[in-house]
């Protein structure tokens, strides 16, 4: 079965600066893979879906990469915010959208 | 436009018991998955529903079991319940089955078992 790691230690970084957040995962490349947010006591938030064939995908201030090759993502945040604090999952997006998480990583802005 | 909505939000049961917990998709939305997150971890699928119909299941005892109705909203229910069964109970609602769906992911159901 797919294994996904994301960055085992807590994430923190200065307001201000760029977060880098890394998924590696093994077997099989999905498809797309999807990238969450999760507030204490919530249930995750969708932020990005990058396909297979796309090398990069932007959204405002966040950026995802997804290299099939190194079976890995980079998920990115500039200009870190406060309000940027939270976890954030990895999600292999497999056909039949049986996601396969990561165990997240819990950034902290520090102002 | 509502969204996911999970009840009850928190609940305490005693080894042994029964629970169910109720998932409403959002609007527009025809497929329910099921997830169990454990503190510290990531969410874990359970099962999928589809036309009222388990689609998928993950790596989960019979113990645990579901149900989708006309309208889509649906169930989970976990029988002879366990210690270990203490998680947040998240439902995940999308607009068919194929990849490349986003999920949307309600408040999640909090169950204690003591």
């Known amino acids: 079965s797919q294994k996904i790691e994301q960055n085992s230690e807590a994430l923190n970084i200065q307001e201000g600066k760029t977060a880098t957040l890394t998924c590696n995962y093994t077997?099989?490349?999905?498809?797309?893979l999807q990238w969450y947010r999760q507030d204490p006591g919530r249930g995750p938030v969708f932020l990005l879906l990058i396909r297979e064939n796309e090398k990069e995908k932007r959204k405002e201030r966040l950026k995802v990469t997804f290299d099939t090759t190194l079976k890995q993502s980079l998920f990115h945040i500039t200009a870190s915010q406060p309000a940027d604090s939270a976890t954030y999952l990895c999600a292999l997006d497999p056909p039949g959208n049986q996601f396969y998480f990561g165990t997240g990583t819990s950034l902290t802005v520090i102002p | 436009d509502a969204g996911v909505t999970q009840s009850p939000t928190h609940l305490i049961k005693t080894r042994g018991q029964q629970v169910t917990l109720r998932c409403s998709p959002k609007s527009g939305h025809d497929t329910v998955s099921w997830y169990q997150q454990a503190l510290g971890q990531g969410p874990q699928f359970i099962f999928q529903y589809y036309e009222e119909e388990e689609r998928q299941r993950g790596n989960f005892p019979d113990r645990f079991s579901g149900h989708q109705f006309p309208n889509y909203s649906s169930e989970l229910n976990v029988n002879a319940l366990l210690l270990g069964d203490s998680a947040l109970y998240l439902c995940?609602?999308?607009?068919?089955?194929?990849?490349?769906?986003?999920?949307?992911f309600g408040e999640g159901s909090w169950l204690t078992v003591v």
């Open positions: 995940a609602s999308s607009l068919g089955q194929g990849a490349g769906n986003t999920i949307y």
């Open positions: 077997n099989y490349s999905p498809a797309y």
